[in-house]
Every structure is written in C-alpha cells, then in structure tokens.
C-alpha cells in the first residue's frame, strides 16, 4: 500500500512563501504522475501543479493559470519525492493542499495525500 505524506504547510504573509513536501512510500512502482491540488471550502478540488508522462518523456510539468510564475513543482526521483516552492503568496492561495501519485503501467493507481493547510494573511 502506498503513503503519502505531507508536509511545509503553516501560515505565511502576503508575499511570502512556502515550500512543500510530499514523500512516496510503501509499494511504490512506475511513478508516472506526482502533483498537488488545492480545496477551499465549499469549492472543488482544483489543479495546482502537476509532473505528468514521468515514464514516457521525464515528466512534463503543468500549472494552474493563477499559479504561473509564481509556484514551481519539482520532484526528486531517488526519494519518491515531490515539492512545490510557492512564492509571492496571496490571499486566494490560501487552502487545504493535497499531494497527488499516479502509479503503475497496466491498471494505474491513484494515490492522495492527507492534505496540509497553507494560509496566507493579508
């Protein structure tokens, strides 16, 4: 079974940032897929970041419109890792952020974090 664990949430002012952490564990195979998505209350789920086509090309990242320029999604293979650095924080970023795995080639399995709370005061 596989874990993700969260971690680099707390609370930050406009303009700051914050760096977070997800690690992979347990029976993890064929990463192809590694991100982070965002809720606020009484919303959906939405994109934040994203590395996808891990297996076929090395992954290709992709960003949500409102988070361009400012958010960068990495990851480090060795540790079944992915981070999200977030810069210049703003209010609207403030939510639950959740790390996101697609593992496995035949019949891929998704995987979700527990989530962890960014606020951002103004």
């Known amino acids: 079974q596989v874990q993700l664990v969260e971690s680099g949430g707390g609370l930050v002012q406009t303009g700051g940032s914050l760096r977070l952490s997800c690690a992979a564990s347990?029976?993890?195979?064929?990463?192809?897929?590694m991100g982070w998505y965002r809720q606020t209350p009484g919303k959906q789920r939405e994109l934040v970041a994203t590395?996808?086509?891990?297996?076929?090309?090395?992954?290709?990242?992709n960003y949500a419109d409102s988070v361009k320029g400012r958010f960068t999604i990495s990851r480090d293979s060795s540790k079944n890792t992915v981070y999200l650095q977030m810069n210049s924080l703003r209010p609207e970023d403030a939510a639950v952020y959740y790390c996101?795995?697609?593992?496995?080639?035949?019949?891929?399995?998704?995987?979700w974090g527990q989530g962890t709370l960014v606020t951002v005061s103004s």
């Open positions: 590395i996808t086509n891990i297996i076929t090309n090395g992954g290709s990242t």
């Open positions: 347990g029976s993890v195979f064929s990463i192809n897929a």
């Open positions: 996101y795995l697609r593992h496995g080639v035949l019949a891929p399995l998704e995987v």
